[in-house]
């Protein structure tokens, strides 16, 4: 909690991928991937409660396999040596996405306000910030979530995303016609010499923050006054295809043996 502020995380996982199917509870380096954006979120001590919303039975089962696992090391090895009389991390729940908000054209933001509305009804815990983590975005750094959360609330923010940068050469299809995309083709730019304002920035889909009252009232996540984290390239990957896929449990095995 930051200046008695209650930070809630949303990961939402649902159910029905159509261009890797089953991703969300597939296993990459050793876990469903879901886990892996559930490990991020309960390291943070910023974040009052994670939730988990899928309408997936098998993520389901991957979030209450990971509580096992936790509190199996809780109970034996780790309590014992670090003699923890509360759980160590922050607390997780599953909680079930209506279909409604769970087909192929649902927003998150859908999702979002119903897990806002649901732990404010069951788990007493009415929130002022609501962090969406996609668990498409694997990889991030220790201290990714925490870094967000700090810069949203020093600034003032009523959102905030991460990015990666690019540069402005872009082209775009227009009917049968490729045309640049705001740049000149014959005075093309060097990279080293292009000023700050003209490279562009991807939203890369793995932090978001949103206050309460931004989201429930414009029902977007990002709006108002935004803030932007850059992230590195491995941090950026969005596991999209099975292409993505490979190269972001390549890219993960990188990190742990770093």
């Given at each position: 909690?930051?200046?008695?502020?209650?930070?809630?995380?949303?990961?939402?996982?649902?159910?029905?991928?159509?261009?890797?199917?089953?991703?969300?509870?597939?296993?990459?380096?050793?876990?469903?991937?879901?886990?892996w954006s559930i490990l991020?979120?309960?390291?943070?001590?910023?974040?009052?409660?994670?939730?988990?919303?899928?309408?997936?039975?098998?993520?389901?089962?991957?979030?209450?396999?990971?509580?096992?696992?936790?509190?199996?090391?809780?109970?034996?090895?780790?309590?014992?040596?670090?003699?923890?009389?509360?759980?160590?991390?922050?607390?997780?729940?599953?909680?079930?996405?209506?279909?409604?908000?769970?087909?192929?054209?649902?927003?998150?933001?859908?999702?979002?306000?119903?897990?806002?509305?649901?732990?404010?009804?069951?788990?007493?815990?009415?929130?002022?910030?609501?962090?969406?983590?996609?668990?498409?975005?694997?990889?991030?750094?220790?201290?990714?979530?925490?870094?967000?959360?700090?810069?949203?609330?020093?600034?003032?923010?009523?959102?905030?995303?991460?990015?990666?940068?690019?540069?402005?050469?872009f082209f775009k299809k227009?009917?049968?016609?490729?045309?640049?995309?705001?740049?000149?083709?014959?005075?093309?730019?060097?990279?080293?010499?292009?000023?700050?304002?003209?490279?562009?920035?991807?939203?890369?889909?793995?932090?978001?923050?949103?206050?309460?009252?931004?989201?429930m009232n414009g029902r977007?996540?990002?709006?108002?006054?935004?803030?932007?984290?850059?992230?590195?390239?491995?941090?950026?990957?969005?596991?999209?295809?099975?292409?993505?896929?490979?190269?972001?449990?390549?890219?993960?095995?990188?990190?742990?043996?770093?």
């Amino acid at each position: 909690m930051i200046s008695g502020r209650k930070i809630l995380s949303v990961i939402t996982a649902r159910a029905g991928s159509v261009s890797v199917p089953g991703k969300n509870f597939r296993m990459i380096n050793g876990r469903p991937l879901v886990q892996w954006s559930i490990l991020s979120s309960i390291a943070c001590p910023l974040i009052d409660l994670t939730v988990i919303s899928s309408n997936c039975p098998k993520v389901k089962k991957a979030v209450i396999a990971l509580y096992e696992e936790i509190e199996y090391y809780w109970k034996t090895d780790i309590g014992k040596l670090n003699n923890f009389d509360e759980f160590p991390i922050g607390q997780f729940e599953f909680i079930q996405r209506p279909d409604e908000f769970a087909t192929d054209i649902s927003k998150n933001e859908e999702a979002i306000i119903h897990a806002l509305d649901y732990t404010r009804d069951n788990f007493e815990l009415d929130a002022d910030v609501v962090l969406n983590l996609q668990p498409t975005s694997p990889i991030r750094s220790d201290g990714l979530i925490q870094k967000c959360l700090c810069h949203f609330f020093s600034d003032g923010f009523d959102s905030l995303f991460t990015a990666s940068k690019h540069t402005p050469l872009f082209f775009k299809k227009i009917g049968y016609e490729i045309v640049a995309d705001g740049w000149d083709i014959f005075n093309r730019p060097m990279r080293q010499g292009m000023p700050e304002s003209d490279w562009k920035w991807h939203d890369d889909g793995n932090v978001y923050i949103t206050s309460k009252d931004f989201i429930m009232n414009g029902r977007c996540r990002l709006g108002g006054k935004i803030g932007m984290i850059e992230l590195t390239q491995a941090q950026s990957l969005q596991i999209d295809t099975e292409l993505d896929f490979r190269i972001a449990e390549l890219a993960m095995q990188s990190f742990t043996r770093t």
